[in-house]
Structure formats: structure tokens, C-alpha cells
């Protein structure tokens, strides 16, 4: 499995990007996708999911403010971000999710690939 994100830049806070995660060698189709972000050596945390049937779900911080969607023809996952803050510098990466007994997703893919920066400047 390849996970490539691309799409992220240096932008002001209030400024917008569009990320793109092309994926490769799953049916992602019936997969549902998440998008992570990860600041230096903590932790990756996830920001949002599309299901494979559509359904989104967001983390709080993050509510209003990005969307995301998917290209199955292209097997594509997209994040829009729009009203960007200094807190969401991070890199960005995206990975198919499952459900898991605490009510969010885990990734099943260990292989995260090189995600795509974003820096947002105040």
C-alpha cells in the first residue's frame, strides 16, 4: 500500500489549502479514510474521516473549518482548510481507518509514506 499527501505550503493564519492523499494498492472503495497530523516527534493524532459510504466525522478542534471528501474514481482523499490557525502547523498524512471499541478509528496501514507540510504563520 502507498499513501501519497501532497498539497500543503506556507499560508497566514485565515488562509486556506487543499491537501490531496493519493492512495495505491488497496480498494479504496470500500475503505474508510482518515487524515492525521503529527508536530515533531509527538504523537500522530487524527483530524478527520470520510467513511467508505461517505459519512464524515471531525475532530473538535478542527469543526468548521476543514472538510474532507473523496475521489473514489481517483483514489483520492482530499482535505479543504479553510481558516487556518498557527496551531495547525503539522504534517499531514492520511491512512485507512477502522472502527474501534472507543467510538473512533484506528489506522491499519503502518506504512504513513512522507505526509505533506503545513506551516501557518500569525
Known amino acids: 500500500v502507498q499513501l501519497q499527501a501532497s498539497g500543503g505550503g506556507s499560508v497566514q493564519a485565515g488562509g486556506s489549502l487543499r491537501l490531496s492523499c493519493a492512495a495505491s494498492?488497496?480498494?479504496?472503495?470500500?475503505?474508510?479514510m482518515g487524515w492525521y497530523r503529527q508536530v515533531l516527534v509527538k504523537q500522530r493524532e487524527l483530524v478527520a474521516v470520510?467513511?467508505?459510504?461517505?459519512?464524515?466525522n471531525y475532530t473538535d478542534f478542527v469543526k468548521g473549518r476543514f472538510t474532507i471528501s473523496r475521489e473514489n474514481a481517483k483514489n483520492t482523499v482530499y482535505l479543504q482548510m479553510n481558516s487556518l490557525k498557527p496551531e495547525d502547523t503539522a504534517s499531514y498524512y492520511c491512512?485507512?481507518?477502522?472502527?474501534?471499541?472507543?467510538?473512533?478509528?484506528?489506522?491499519?496501514?503502518?506504512?504513513w509514506g512522507q505526509g505533506t507540510q503545513v506551516t501557518v504563520s500569525s
Open positions: 491512512n485507512a481507518v477502522r472502527p474501534n471499541y472507543r467510538g473512533s478509528y484506528d489506522y491499519i496501514y503502518g506504512w
Open positions: 494498492g488497496l480498494i479504496f472503495s470500500i475503505n474508510n
Open positions: 470520510i467513511t467508505s459510504g461517505g459519512g464524515t
